[in-house]
T-cell receptor
Framework: DTAVSQTPKYLVTQMGNDKSIKCEQN?????MYWYKQDSKKFLKIMFS???????INETVPNRFSPKSPDKAHLNLHINSLELGDSAVYFC??????????????FGPGTRLTVL | GESVGLHLPTLSVQEGDNSIINCAYS??????FIWYKQESGKGPQFIID?????DKRQGQRVTVLLNKTVKHLSLQIAATQPGDSAVYFC????????????FGKGTLLTVNP
């Protein structure tokens, strides 16, 4: 069974469009994350949610809006897509996320290409 | 290939050799460190972790060393195999009680058969 799953795996879209990426974890974890990995493989956190509450927001443009309907899901909606949004987006989860020192488990990634 | 234009630090070893991947971290207050392995087209996969009250931790074929004095972390892989070829990232918990991982640049390990 897949622990952290994301859909879609690939997303190709035009500039200016709005798109969503979905993430689900079946590990029973309390905390979920979104990361962005650029073309140079640099991996940077965007958001984290603990039990549906926003914990970390790393100065991400407000075109990006995470939504957590329940603690097993964290979706990422992106408005008015720009060329610079092209990247691989990873979802992750951890058991707690507040105590410091929890392993984060990553999903397979969504490769977003903005044309 | 995938590595073209990436400008990642690279390490090329022969199968069976030991590999050492190094990482300098940034925050002296970081209290938890993880090594991840990322294969092509996949998400980062946990390898081993270490807390700041330790200086060494061993797993199966892997050892992590932590030197807090110089803010240095290393990953040693014994008897490296072709399946170990991947990008390796170190990550530090730089967020204190709000657990936030800051990832290093990544090192591309290539194992030659």
């Amino acid at each position: 069974d897949t622990a952290v799953s994301q859909t879609p795996k690939y997303l190709v879209t035009q500039m200016g469009n709005d798109k969503s990426i979905k993430c689900e974890q079946n590990l029973g974890h309390d905390t979920m994350y979104w990361y962005k990995q650029d073309s140079k493989k640099f991996l940077k956190i965007m958001f984290s949610y603990n039990n549906k509450e926003l914990i970390i927001n790393e100065t991400v443009p407000n075109r990006f809006s995470p939504k957590s309907p329940d603690k097993a899901h964290l979706n990422l909606h992106i408005n008015s897509l720009e060329l610079g949004d092209s990247a691989v987006y990873f979802c992750a989860s951890s058991q707690d996320g507040l105590a410091g020192g929890d392993t984060q488990y990553f999903g397979p990634g969504t490769r977003l290409t903005v044309l | 290939g995938e590595s073209v234009g990436l400008h990642l630090p690279t390490l090329s070893v022969q199968e069976g050799d030991n590999s050492i991947i190094n990482c300098a971290y940034s925050n002296s207050a970081s209290d938890y460190f993880i090594w991840y392995k990322q294969e092509s087209g996949k998400g980062p996969q946990f390898i081993i972790d270490i807390r700041s009250n330790m200086d060494k931790r061993q797993g199966q074929r892997v050892t992590v060393l932590l030197n807090k004095t110089v803010k240095h972390l290393s990953l040693q892989i014994a008897a490296t195999q072709p399946g170990d070829s991947a990008v390796y990232f170190c990550a530090e918990n730089s967020g204190g009680s709000n657990y936030k991982l800051t990832f290093g640049k990544g090192t591309l390990l290539t194992v030659n058969p």
